[in-house]
């Protein structure tokens, strides 16, 4: 059976301290790997989209990377408003179906 | 403005009384699908539809219903509701083409009691 699993649940930053997310995937026949980020009251809002080992995708203080089990995702020097819940979520080839892991909800500390 | 709507934002209902909560896209997106997300468990998809007519199940349809007769409409249907969907309900839609990239609507909490 397919899995998404994000560590950690949640993660306590001060502003400018570096860190990472890890979301490690067991899907047959991985189409994509793809990075949400969603708003307290709000619904998901789409970040990334990795869809071989070895890539990387940017976006101002994130950087998410893919291996062949598990995907990162780095958040440098953040700031207050980077405060949100970031998912994950895993994409087959052979279907239309998309499973997401519960999530890492990162507060972010001035 | 593109956008995804949903309604309603909120709903109270009782077992067993037959809702609907409508979802809308003006993007002229093919793919629309719907989720649920629980404390702990995340976004479960339950329903996706590859274009008008087409629907399919995905991992927690049981309870529910959908159609699409329209491309900008996918609504979905509880037709004997069970306090065990009470939940936050999510629209999304997107191009075939990219259909991870997803447009997502504001959510609608359900609470059956």
């Known amino acids: 059976e397919d899995q998404v699993t994000q560590s950690p649940e949640a993660l306590r930053l001060q502003e400018g301290e570096s860190s990472s997310l890890n979301c490690s995937y067991t899907?047959?026949?991985?189409?994509?790997l793809f990075w949400y980020r969603q708003d307290p009251g709000k619904g998901p809002e789409f970040l990334f989209t990795?869809?071989?080992a070895g890539e990387e995708k940017e976006k101002e203080r994130l950087k998410a990377t893919l291996t062949k089990k598990e995907s990162f995702l780095h958040i440098t020097a953040p700031k207050p408003e980077d405060s949100a819940t970031y998912l994950c979520a895993a994409g087959r080839s052979n279907d239309y179906k998309l499973s997401f892991g519960a999530g890492t909800t990162v507060t972010v500390r001035a | 403005e593109a956008q995804v709507t949903q309604n309603p934002r909120y709903l109270i209902t009782v077992t067993g009384k037959k809702l609907t909560v409508t979802c809308s896209q003006n993007m002229n997106h093919e793919y629309m699908s719907w989720y649920r997300q629980d404390p702990g468990l995340g976004l479960r998809q339950i329903y996706y539809?590859?274009?008008?007519?087409?629907?399919d199940k995905g991992d927690v349809p049981e309870g529910y219903k959908v159609s699409r007769k329209e491309k900008r409409n996918f609504p979905l249907i509880l037709e004997s509701p069970s306090p065990n969907q009470t939940s936050l309900y999510f629209c999304?839609?997107?191009?075939?083409?990219?259909?991870?990239?997803?447009?997502f609507g504001p959510g609608t909490r359900l609470l059956v009691l």
């Open positions: 899907v047959s026949g991985l189409r994509g």
């Open positions: 990795l869809y071989s």
């Open positions: 539809s590859m274009n008008v007519e087409v629907t």
């Open positions: 999304a839609s997107s191009l075939y083409r990219t259909r991870e990239t997803q447009y």
